[in-house]
């Protein structure tokens, strides 16, 4: 009859490890130790290979004197502050080197501009939102600006706005070239408020009729990236910015050859000879619809040159030592002949109610038969193409069909006007050139969307109304290069499609439709879902700095989450984009 053990002797777990058909075989023992007749003897009490393996080493670590608990109680978390865009934005500036574009020198003004930046590309809002939302991540002390005041950002705003020249002189050495094009276009943002001397009424782009407004003037490189930025009084004309500009990029920025590209109502007569007296400049732009009914009906411009392509060069005696190259996309031709007789269609329906109350005798007049017809042909902006007869008990209405026709004949013509010689660039890249307008249009899209939100303007200062202006000019450069790195994980077009007709409607390449259709249904197991660039950011937002307190002592420490695969990728496509295209 063997002897039983004692009940004595420390537990212990033991792991044992073994490989058999393929895979790893994990037991865990426990077991006591004891001594008998001098000898060390082992017994397993129990089998706890069930059991997670965190709970195993739970009891492990309890077995061994430690002290244990549950987990949740081992540590107090006191605070998680979004981190993961504020790290992705601050890697890019610092790539870009964007504090020292700002000022060469460290200063507690340069870091609360950065901070402004940095704020606008995250999370828009006013100075004193900004304020509120520098301590709910962590931008604040990444920049040391924590406890910044709305005046501190006031006073910031005032230090930025008396270097905003050198700001600019430095961005324009960093890309533009001698003899290389210069973006410029113009659009305007209301305002709060009426103290302002800048805010005026104007024409608005925003669709704020009767709002006071200002004006800025945007100079980009042909690729999009903003270099300057002049704000402007509120009722100016377009075409009375441009001596500003061709002044900066001649003086200032020392172009000895520079070719600028703006939209058509800035070449006016004066501006032309302006460019043309000063030694370097050229321009490409495009010549207004009255323009080109002129040399229409001096058969200038002729419809047979459409027969057989969609681009033409022409000349003039009205543009001399100019070179006119005549467009036609038929795919807007045949929007604007659909959109043209939807109004003329729109006109006649009210125009017919009006003829029929005078048949009914329930309206009479001339003068209230005039009352009746002048709000109908204005509402559809249609009105010049019918024929009106009124008297006093009778209204007629026909459409001016030779004229219509005349006008139907220009439909998707567009022409594009340049002193640019045709050995230093041919037809089809001055078409082309003057499509990367379109890079203008975008930011402004951008200053004015949910990325920057540059309106309504509540300053009432007219430096610190600049200042805004060119603080949002700043993020927009700092968006641009963020979306530029971030092309394959958002909806932008990583290898966009070179025509090899420039007057043909651009084409999305394969891979943005992809992106396109992946969007549209559920990614498939081990992909991400395609973003924006706004849902990316707040993605990357969700990766969290926590502070973490162990019980019963006083210091904390913090600790950032594990990034997952996106977040990752996001940043390391900041790390290894090349900033030269």
């Given at each position: 009859m063997s002897r039983r053990p004692r009940a004595t002797g420390a537990i212990h777990v033991v792991t044992n490890r073994r490989q058999g058909k393929g895979r790893e075989y994990v037991t865990h023992l426990l077991r006591r130790s004891y001594r008998e007749d001098g000898k060390v003897h082992n017994e397993t009490v129990g089998n706890i290979s069930h059991l997670p393996e965190e709970l195993v080493e739970v009891i492990r670590a309890g077995l061994r004197g430690e002290p244990v608990g549950v987990l949740s109680d081992a540590f107090e978390l006191e605070r998680s502050l979004p981190a993961g865009h504020v790290n992705a934005t601050l890697l890019m500036a610092r790539r870009l080197k964007l504090a020292t574009l700002i000022d060469r020198s460290p200063s507690a003004e340069r870091d609360l501009v950065m901070a402004m930046v940095i704020g606008r590309v995250l999370c828009p809002s006013s100075k004193l939102g900004t304020v509120r939302a520098l301590g709910q991540s962590t931008l604040a002390q990444e920049?040391?600006?924590?406890?910044?005041?709305?005046?501190?950002?006031?006073?910031?705003m005032d230090w930025l706005?008396?270097?905003?020249?050198?700001?600019?002189?430095?961005?324009?050495?960093?890309?533009?070239?001698?003899?290389?094009?210069?973006?410029?276009?113009?659009?305007?943002?209301?305002?709060?408020?009426?103290?302002?001397?800048?805010?005026?009424?104007?024409?608005?782009?925003?669709?704020?009729?009767?709002?006071?407004?200002?004006?800025?003037?945007?100079?980009?490189?042909?690729?999009?990236?903003?270099?300057?930025?002049?704000?402007?009084?509120?009722?100016?004309?377009?075409?009375?910015?441009?001596?500003?500009?061709?002044?900066?990029?001649k003086r200032r920025f020392g172009l000895a050859r520079v070719v600028v590209v703006?939209?058509?109502?800035?070449?006016?007569?004066?501006?032309?000879?302006?460019m043309a007296k000063t030694d370097g400049v050229s321009w490409i732009t495009a010549l207004k619809?009255?323009?080109?009914?002129?040399?229409a009906r001096q058969d200038t411009l002729q419809m047979s040159l459409f027969d057989q392509q969609n681009l033409a060069e022409i000349s003039s005696e009205d543009y001399p030592g100019e070179r006119l190259i005549v467009c036609r996309n038929p795919l807007v031709a045949a929007e604007r002949a659909r959109k043209r007789e939807d109004l003329l269609a729109a006109t006649e329906r009210e125009l017919a109610q009006i003829a029929s109350r005078v048949q009914a005798g329930t309206l009479a007049g001339a003068d209230q038969i005039g009352l009746a017809v002048g709000p109908a042909l204005k509402h559809f902006k249609v009105g010049k193409h019918f024929q009106i007869t009124i008297t006093y008990e009778r209204f007629t209405y026909s459409r001016k069909t030779d004229q219509i026709d005349a006008e139907a004949a220009l439909d998707g013509i567009y022409i594009l006007r340049t002193n640019v010689a045709p050995e230093d660039m041919t037809a089809g890249d001055?078409?082309?050139?003057?499509?990367?307008?379109?890079?203008?249009e975008l930011a402004f899209r951008t200053f004015k969307g949910p990325e920057l939100e540059i309106r309504p303007i509540h300053h009432h200062l007219e430096t610190r109304v600049r200042a805004h202006v060119f603080l949002c000019m700043l993020a927009y450069y700092l968006t641009w290069h963020l979306q530029h790195a971030w092309a394959p994980l958002i909806f932008k077009d990583e290898t966009p499609i070179q025509q090899p007709d420039p007057v043909a409607k651009a084409q999305r390449s394969t891979s943005?439709?992809?992106?396109?259709?992946?969007?549209?249904?559920?990614?498939?197991?081990?992909t991400d879902p395609i973003h924006s660039y706004k849902t990316l950011l707040a993605e990357l937002g969700t990766q969290t700095?926590?502070?973490?307190?162990?019980?019963?002592?006083?210091?904390?420490?913090?600790?950032?989450?594990?990034?997952?695969?996106?977040?990752?990728?996001?940043?390391?496509?900041?790390?290894?984009?090349?900033?030269?295209?």
């Open positions: 920049l040391g600006v924590e406890g910044a005041s709305e005046d501190d950002l006031y006073t910031a706005a008396e270097r905003q020249e050198r700001v600019e002189d430095r961005l324009a050495r960093r890309h533009l070239r001698d003899g290389e094009l210069v973006l410029y276009d113009v659009s305007s943002s209301y305002f709060e408020g009426r103290a302002c001397e800048l805010a005026k009424i104007g024409y608005s782009r925003d669709g704020k009729r009767g709002t006071l407004q200002i004006i800025y003037g945007l100079l980009c490189d042909r690729h999009g990236r903003p270099v300057a930025v002049e704000v402007f009084s509120g009722e100016l004309h377009d075409d009375k910015t441009v001596a500003s500009q061709i002044t900066k990029l703006s939209d058509r109502g800035m070449v006016t007569k004066a501006n032309v000879e302006l619809a009255p323009q080109i009914k002129k040399l001055v078409v082309r050139s003057y499509k990367d307008l379109e890079q203008v943005a439709t992809a992106k396109t259709h992946r969007s549209a249904r559920s990614p498939r197991e081990g700095l926590n502070t973490i307190r162990l019980p019963g002592v006083s210091a904390t420490f913090t600790k950032l989450t594990t990034p997952t695969a996106l977040q990752a990728r996001a940043l390391d496509l900041i790390q290894t984009t090349s900033l030269d295209l």
